[in-house]
Each structure stands twice: as C-alpha cells, then as structure tokens.
C-alpha cells in the first residue's frame, strides 16, 4: 500500500509538499506517478518518474512542480510551488510495477498500487 500526506489548504502561490511512502516493497525500478481529480473532472496523471531517473510534466505544472524520491527511506515527493487555483485537487500517488510500459503513456488502469489521496485547496 501507499501512504499519502501533506496536503492542506494555501493562498495562490503558496507551496506545499506531498509525501507518499511505501510499505512492504521497494519504490526503486517502479513507474511511480502522481494524479489529480478536482471535483467533478476527471482524474487527470500530472507527473511521472519512471524509476531511471527520467521524469515528466504535464504542461500546466511544468517548472512548478517536482516529483522525487528518496531511495533509502522509500518515499516519493511532490513539491508543489507557485500553486495556482486550478491546481485544487485531490492528489494521489500510484505505482506500477516493473514491466508495465512507457511509463508516461500508462494508463490509471495499469498503475497497481494507489494512495488514499490528499486534498489540496489553493485559494486565490
């Protein structure tokens, strides 16, 4: 399982960070992504790593955002800076196992493991 925490509620431009930790296997080699689903939108993948280090973005959160990991305390990170209104969301963590596929054209459906999701409210 995965366990999400760190969300909260911000004024526009504020920061928060997202942690997601891991039980009972290791995070290394995993596509490891973070997801979003505001109220009444479908739930939309905002970032990935892919476990060798590569990393991507969708274009609204490019160079605002930060997806990584600690290796050795198997946890995954989302800093979030320069928050904006529209990134209101419910934010969850997912992993896929090794083998899965391009780890950016993954599906919801071909990410196995899911956190619980933590809110995050950006007030303007």
């Known amino acids: 399982p995965l366990v999400e925490s760190g969300g909260g509620s911000v004024q526009t431009g504020g920061t928060l960070r997202l942690s997601c930790t891991a039980s009972?296997?290791?995070?290394?080699?995993?596509?490891l992504a973070w997801f979003r689903q505001g109220s009444g939108k479908e739930r939309e993948r905002v970032a990935t790593?892919?476990?060798?280090?590569?990393?991507n973005y969708i274009d609204s959160v490019r160079a605002r955002f930060t997806i990584s990991k600690d290796k050795a305390k198997n946890i995954l990170y989302f800093q979030m800076d320069s928050l904006k209104p529209e990134d209101t969301a419910m934010y969850y963590c997912?992993?896929?196992?090794?083998?899965?596929?391009?780890?950016?054209?993954?599906?919801?459906?071909?990410?196995?493991?899911w956190g619980q999701g933590t809110q995050v409210t950006v007030s303007s």
């Open positions: 997912a992993a896929a196992s090794p083998g899965s596929g391009l780890c950016w054209l993954l599906r919801s459906d071909d990410f196995t493991y």
């Open positions: 790593d892919n476990g060798h280090g590569i990393t």
């Open positions: 009972g296997y290791s995070l290394n080699d995993y596509c």
